[in-house]
């Protein structure tokens, strides 16, 4: 199956985000609910089961100078096999502009047995945007292996490189569940934040959750290894507090059923 | 292959460039209890070879290609990497290529491409640790390279403060010691798994045959690793490998806090 | 590396006024005599450091470079001691190998003595302690230009007849804890004598850091190289510097 969807959203003249495109196709739907602030929260809707490998599935995102979006996903997706020797490939592309926020804090992926999939994130932060960007991958359903997944997300600020991380799972990547890379861990994630506006904060460690100052700030990761996905979220929601960040609104923080 | 000899020099424990004071995060994975034994050790040794050794050989290779202007760019399509993912095209990433100026200074040149390469890495080093780390290292090796090879110019380094990334100092190094950019990956490669399997001999006490025959078993993995770094050096500098490890940076920052530790790293 | 010079004998190990530094400045593009303290585990390295920075706080531009396996334990003695002030200290850490880091493989050491120079301004002396090691450990003439070698009388009294290079071939054999002698049956006349046997004309002080706490006779030892030095070693290019 291959979906394409769009999201722009442009600021006003008196400052409020409007979603001036916003266009999705099974199983990629988009829906928007108001958000507090004047900013605006789509969710990204599953409609269909996956995905399954040989899915092709594109979501760009442009967020233009003043404008404020939060993206999130109502459930975590679930990477299935699918047909054989096709991989199902997942490519987010997103644009902030200067003085414009975005929030992509979708749910989790789990990548179930057998799955082969791949997951590419190019963000292109302009000098003077925020940005907030989770990512967290399950490895395998209860009780199951993984299958092969691919992260890769590519981050630019200012149109110099900011973070590239690739992190592969799975029966061809060697390692990968051993003492270098995940210590046994079933869950990992991480969180970046783009924010010229926020004290820089040193280098930590807490357990299996390090704060990670980025070479060409203003940015922090924080990145993290849980036994499970409800531990991995805590670890990532307390070290930041993400509960008072700005665009957050009531309505939105529902929370979806767990995997893991 | 030419320069055997060299390519033995240069891969050699004993090169005179601070690897003996490094565990590359052995130390803390011993210390939080990961890794205990020769097992353990060997999928810690394959988790590094397929992270941090496959980045570092082939930036290693792409800054011995960037020192080697004889070594020709490849066309964009060149098949680079055995990955299922061909790494992205980097957004607007052709805008922060620099491009030189036709006919300009060869020197020029190399010095955009490292300082790029340079960029490009700390990009794939988010742990403010591992970033010190690999430019301590630098600087050491950078040391014995101009002792070693006075003639060679390393000059087109970029000058950060705490000193040049590792590798790319070693493909400068490897192309001052007339390696192609295959074997600096199978350097990079190869001090990846022993500088580790050093340092656990050294800290676990463990079986100095038993690790070697350990090491034998992993050549093979090592050559495949080098050789996929090498493909990779041919590509644009945003697309080269940037295979990140959780622990290593939970390691390293780690490592980093200790009021006592025996290794740098 | 090592500067060359004869050792003259005919210049007394005395310094007519210990304090005062009767020298004139050195020029600032002169590199700093560094001298390499090693010797066994215990044997009272650290100890020695420390006096010597008694000694010469007031009188030299002084730098110390720890290589303890403990990285920060040496350094840390030193800051308590309150003889140095801590920006004059680097630790670095070997591995487990100290004798790698000083003998075979010296750039983390000449990094952290570049690094002091960096941060300090030209200095007059480095003072490199090396980890415990054992009696075959030695400094690399690319590192320091003199080198110590300290074992202590606790330690028997046969180590001095038992060589090694340390013991044989260093500029000079210092042998500690003399007061403790009588409490440990060790003779002092056999190791002067087993010393002498063993080093020909290099020199060998015998001292106790309870009874001398500025290690006096050793800080003279060092004034002298470092008058050589200065006369010797015009370096123009801080080691390290492209």
Request: aromatic share 2%.
């Given at each position: 199956?291959?979906?394409?969807a769009?999201?722009?959203a442009?600021?006003d003249?008196?400052?409020?985000?409007t979603?001036t495109?916003?266009r999705?196709?099974?199983?990629?739907?988009?829906?928007q609910?108001?958000?507090?602030g004047?900013?605006?929260?789509v969710?990204?809707?599953?409609?269909?089961?996956?995905?399954?490998?040989g899915d092709?599935?594109?979501?760009d995102?442009?967020?233009?100078?003043?404008?404020?979006?939060?993206v999130?996903?109502?459930?975590?997706s679930?990477a299935?096999p699918?047909?054989?020797?096709?991989?199902?490939?997942?490519?987010?592309r997103?644009?902030?502009?200067?003085d414009?926020?975005?929030?992509?804090?979708?749910e989790?992926?789990?990548a179930?047995?057998?799955?082969?999939?791949v997951t590419?994130s190019?963000?292109d932060v302009?000098?003077?945007?925020?940005?907030h960007?989770?990512?967290e991958?399950i490895?395998?359903r209860h009780?199951e292996?993984p299958?092969?997944?691919?992260?890769?997300?590519?981050?630019?600020?200012?149109?110099?490189?900011?973070?590239?991380?690739?992190?592969?799972?799975?029966?061809?990547a060697?390692g990968?569940s051993g003492p270098?890379v995940?210590?046994?861990a079933?869950a990992t994630?991480?969180?970046?934040?783009?924010?010229?506006?926020?004290?820089?904060?040193?280098?930590?460690?807490?357990?299996?959750?390090?704060?990670?100052?980025l070479a060409s700030?203003?940015?922090?990761?924080?990145?993290?290894?849980?036994p499970d996905a409800?531990?991995?979220?805590?670890?990532?929601?307390?070290?930041n507090?993400?509960?008072s960040?700005?665009?957050t609104?009531?309505?939105?923080?529902?929370r979806v059923?767990?995997?893991? | 292959?030419?320069?055997p000899?060299?390519?033995?020099?240069?891969?050699?424990?004993?090169?005179?460039?601070?690897?003996h004071?490094?565990?590359?995060g052995?130390?803390a994975?011993v210390?939080?209890?990961?890794?205990t034994d020769?097992?353990?050790?060997g999928d810690y040794?394959?988790?590094?070879?397929?992270t941090?050794?496959?980045?570092a050989?082939?930036?290693?290779?792409a800054?011995?290609?960037a020192?080697?202007?004889?070594h020709?760019?490849?066309?964009?399509?060149?098949?680079?990497?055995?990955?299922?993912?061909r790494?992205?095209?980097?957004?607007?990433g052709?805008?922060?290529?620099?491009t030189?100026s036709?006919g300009?200074?060869?020197?020029?040149v190399?010095r955009a491409?490292?300082?790029?390469?340079?960029a490009e890495?700390?990009?794939?080093?988010?742990?403010?640790?591992q970033?010190?780390?690999s430019?301590?290292?630098?600087?050491?090796?950078l040391?014995?390279?101009?002792?070693?090879w006075?003639?060679a110019?390393?000059?087109e380094?970029?000058?950060?403060?705490?000193?040049p990334?590792?590798p790319?100092v070693?493909?400068?190094v490897?192309a001052?010691?007339?390696?192609d950019p295959?074997?600096?990956?199978?350097?990079?490669a190869?001090?990846?798994?022993t500088g580790?399997a050093?340092?656990?001999?050294?800290?676990l006490?463990l079986?100095?045959?038993?690790?070697q025959?350990?090491?034998v078993?992993?050549a093979?993995?090592?050559?495949a690793t080098?050789?996929q770094?090498?493909?990779?050096?041919?590509?644009p500098?945003?697309?080269l490998?940037a295979?990140?490890?959780?622990?290593a940076d939970i390691?390293?920052?780690a490592h980093?806090?200790?009021?006592?530790?025996?290794?740098a790293? | 590396m090592?500067?060359?010079i004869?050792?003259?004998?005919?210049?007394?190990h005395?310094?007519?006024?210990?304090?005062?530094?009767?020298?004139?400045?050195l020029?600032?593009?002169?590199?700093?005599?560094r001298?390499g303290?090693g010797?066994?585990?215990?044997?009272?390295?650290?100890?020695?450091?420390a006096a010597l920075?008694r000694?010469?706080?007031?009188?030299l531009?002084?730098g110390?470079?720890?290589n303890?396996?403990?990285?920060?334990e040496?350094?840390?003695?030193?800051?308590r001691?309150?003889?140095l002030d801590?920006?004059?200290?680097?630790a670095?850490e070997?591995?487990?190998?100290?004798?790698?880091?000083?003998?075979?493989d010296i750039?983390?050491?000449?990094?952290a003595?570049?690094?002091l120079?960096e941060a300090?301004?030209?200095?007059d002396?480095?003072l490199v302690?090396?980890?415990?090691?054992?009696?075959t450990a030695t400094?690399?003439?690319g590192?320091v230009?003199?080198q110590?070698?300290?074992v202590?009388?606790?330690?028997?009294?046969?180590?001095?007849r038992?060589g090694?290079?340390g013991?044989?071939?260093?500029?000079l054999l210092v042998?500690?804890?003399?007061?403790?002698?009588p409490?440990?049956g060790a003779?002092?006349?056999?190791?002067d004598r087993d010393?002498?046997?063993r080093?020909?004309?290099?020199p060998?002080?015998?001292?106790s850091?309870?009874?001398?706490?500025?290690?006096?006779?050793?800080?003279?030892?060092?004034r002298?190289e470092?008058?050589h030095?200065?006369v010797?070693?015009?370096?123009?290019v801080?080691?390290?510097?492209?």
């Amino acid at each position: 199956m291959r979906a394409t969807a769009r999201l722009v959203a442009r600021a006003d003249r008196h400052g409020r985000t409007t979603l001036t495109e916003l266009r999705g196709e099974s199983p990629l739907l988009l829906r928007q609910v108001p958000a507090a602030g004047g900013g605006r929260t789509v969710y990204v809707v599953g409609g269909a089961a996956g995905p399954l490998a040989g899915d092709d599935l594109r979501l760009d995102i442009e967020v233009g100078p003043g404008a404020v979006v939060r993206v999130q996903t109502v459930a975590a997706s679930v990477a299935l096999p699918g047909r054989p020797r096709t991989v199902s490939r997942m490519l987010v592309r997103a644009r902030v502009a200067a003085d414009a926020v975005l929030h992509w804090l979708p749910e989790q992926l789990v990548a179930a047995a057998g799955c082969a999939h791949v997951t590419e994130s190019q963000v292109d932060v302009a000098e003077g945007g925020v940005l907030h960007w989770r990512d967290e991958l399950i490895c395998g359903r209860h009780g199951e292996q993984p299958g092969h997944a691919e992260i890769h997300t590519w981050v630019d600020l200012a149109a110099r490189p900011l973070l590239r991380q690739s992190l592969t799972v799975g029966p061809d990547a060697p390692g990968w569940s051993g003492p270098a890379v995940l210590g046994g861990a079933r869950a990992t994630g991480s969180l970046l934040i783009v924010d010229p506006a926020r004290p820089a904060e040193p280098a930590a460690v807490r357990g299996t959750l390090t704060r990670l100052p980025l070479a060409s700030g203003p940015a922090t990761l924080w990145t993290g290894t849980a036994p499970d996905a409800h531990t991995l979220r805590g670890l990532l929601d307390g070290a930041n507090g993400l509960s008072s960040i700005a665009v957050t609104a009531g309505a939105e923080e529902h929370r979806v059923v767990r995997v893991g | 292959m030419t320069a055997p000899t060299m390519l033995l020099l240069l891969a050699d424990g004993r090169f005179p460039a601070g690897a003996h004071a490094h565990s590359s995060g052995l130390e803390a994975a011993v210390a939080a209890g990961r890794v205990t034994d020769l097992a353990t050790l060997g999928d810690y040794l394959r988790g590094r070879l397929a992270t941090a050794g496959l980045v570092a050989a082939a930036f290693a290779a792409a800054a011995c290609r960037a020192a080697e202007p004889s070594h020709p760019r490849p066309s964009p399509s060149g098949e680079a990497d055995q990955s299922r993912l061909r790494p992205p095209p980097n957004g607007d990433g052709d805008r922060a290529r620099l491009t030189p100026s036709p006919g300009g200074d060869a020197g020029q040149v190399r010095r955009a491409a490292l300082a790029r390469l340079d960029a490009e890495l700390d990009a794939r080093t988010a742990s403010l640790a591992q970033r010190s780390v690999s430019r301590r290292q630098g600087k050491a090796l950078l040391r014995a390279g101009r002792e070693i090879w006075p003639a060679a110019s390393f000059d087109e380094l970029p000058a950060a403060p705490g000193g040049p990334h590792q590798p790319l100092v070693l493909g400068l190094v490897g192309a001052a010691a007339g390696l192609d950019p295959a074997q600096v990956a199978t350097v990079a490669a190869h001090a990846t798994v022993t500088g580790s399997a050093s340092a656990a001999v050294r800290l676990l006490g463990l079986d100095p045959y038993q690790v070697q025959a350990l090491l034998v078993r992993l050549a093979a993995a090592c050559d495949a690793t080098a050789a996929q770094a090498a493909r990779a050096a041919e590509e644009p500098p945003e697309r080269l490998p940037a295979a990140n490890a959780p622990l290593a940076d939970i390691h390293a920052e780690a490592h980093a806090t200790w009021e006592v530790r025996l290794f740098a790293s | 590396m090592r500067p060359e010079i004869e050792h003259d004998e005919s210049v007394p190990h005395t310094h007519p006024e210990p304090g005062v530094d009767p020298h004139a400045p050195l020029p600032a593009a002169a590199r700093a005599l560094r001298v390499g303290i090693g010797g066994p585990v215990g044997s009272g390295k650290t100890a020695l450091v420390a006096a010597l920075c008694r000694s010469f706080a007031d009188e030299l531009r002084l730098g110390v470079v720890t290589n303890d396996i403990y990285t920060t334990e040496d350094a840390d003695f030193l800051k308590r001691a309150g003889v140095l002030d801590p920006a004059r200290i680097r630790a670095v850490e070997t591995g487990c190998c100290p004798h790698t880091a000083i003998r075979d493989d010296i750039g983390a050491n000449l990094d952290a003595v570049d690094e002091l120079a960096e941060a300090l301004g030209p200095l007059d002396l480095v003072l490199v302690e090396s980890g415990g090691d054992n009696l075959t450990a030695t400094f690399s003439r690319g590192l320091v230009d003199r080198q110590i070698f300290v074992v202590d009388v606790a330690g028997g009294d046969k180590v001095p007849r038992k060589g090694g290079p340390g013991v044989t071939a260093a500029d000079l054999l210092v042998i500690n804890k003399t007061d403790l002698a009588p409490l440990v049956g060790a003779d002092l006349a056999v190791m002067d004598r087993d010393a002498r046997a063993r080093r020909g004309t290099l020199p060998t002080i015998f001292q106790s850091i309870t009874e001398d706490p500025r290690a006096s006779r050793v800080a003279d030892w060092i004034r002298h190289e470092l008058a050589h030095h200065r006369v010797a070693s015009p370096v123009p290019v801080p080691a390290g510097q492209p």
